[in-house]
């Protein structure tokens, strides 16, 4: 069971997940935030992913609604990734369920390693990626290969999902999309599938800690909402480094706890 609300942990779940919508909203990482702040107050860790999960969902959703003017793609390839991390979500966020508390408990400090790796090179793999994609004409790209990779990182969305939205940011490149506002909107609608979904199974299990996912949902959507709004004039390399310094600063938290 998840431990009561005090003030003091409303506040830090409210500020931190408000603080994490408007990183998300803007350059990603949020759950380098949300994710440790529930540890931090109590709650479980299988318990705190699905959280974390269902607070991240809510707040992308209002994310989504200020990014969806630049969402311009084929409609079918948008319905049919829609549906891959539909699928995909539902598989990671079982997958999580089965897991011991304290295998998922050892994992954490080599998932958030991973999921800061990601973020910290994540913009080169991109650019690599645009770079192949200008080569050869984006209807060249198997979409076979973009469904595959899509899954995959919708599967591990569903199990963990910290470091979701820079994966995504670079399967798109292989759609020869050149606008980051663009992939930013693409990428929202998609994590909301996957984020979406995973709730499903989680309530099920009931492992949400609903008073804590409600408080940082409305956080969060404030947030990411704001932010979405006025992206364009906040300086995303500076965020970046700021996001860098909270991953890295938790992933070495969490190993030296481990």
């Known amino acids: 069971m998840p431990p ?23 350059a990603g990482g949020g759950s380098f935030i949300t994710f440790p702040a529930l540890i931090f107050t109590g ?5 705190a992913n699905a959280t974390n999960n269902t607070a991240i969902w809510v707040a992308s959703l209002a994310s989504a609604g200020a990014y969806r003017k630049d969402l311009g793609i084929k409609r079918e390839v948008f319905l049919l990734l829609c549906g891959v991390s539909f699928i995909g979500g539902i598989i990671g966020s079982v997958a999580l369920l089965y897991t011991s ?34 080569k050869s004409s984006p209807d060249s790209v198997p979409l076979f290969n973009l469904v595959l990779a899509q899954l995959a990182i919708a599967i591990y969305g569903g199990f963990f ?25 693409f990428k929202t609608f998609l994590g909301s599938c996957i984020n979406g979904i995973a709730i499903i199974p989680f309530i099920f299990a009931g492992v949400i800690a609903w008073h804590q996912a409600i408080l940082m949902a409305v956080g969060g959507s404030l947030g990411g909402y704001l932010s979405a709004h006025y992206a364009r004039k ?9 996001v860098l310094v909270v991953a890295f600063s938790m992933t070495i938290y969490f190993f030296i706890r481990g």
């Open 4 to 26: 009561s609300l005090t003030f003091l942990h409303s506040l830090l779940l409210f500020s931190t997940a408000f603080i994490a919508g408007g990183l998300n909203a803007v």
């Open 43 to 47: 709650v479980p860790p299988i318990a």
């Open 101 to 134: 508390s304290d295998v998922f408990k050892k994992l954490i400090p080599y998932l958030l390693l991973l999921a800061t790796l990601v973020f910290t090179f994540g913009d080169y793999l991109r650019g690599w990626l645009q770079l192949q994609s200008q």
């Open 161 to 185: 999902g910290a470091g979701l939205g820079i994966l995504m940011l670079a399967t798109l490149s292989f759609l020869g999309i050149k606008s980051i506002h663009t992939m930013n909107a």
């Open 234 to 242: 906040l300086e995303p390399q500076l965020i970046r480094k700021f």
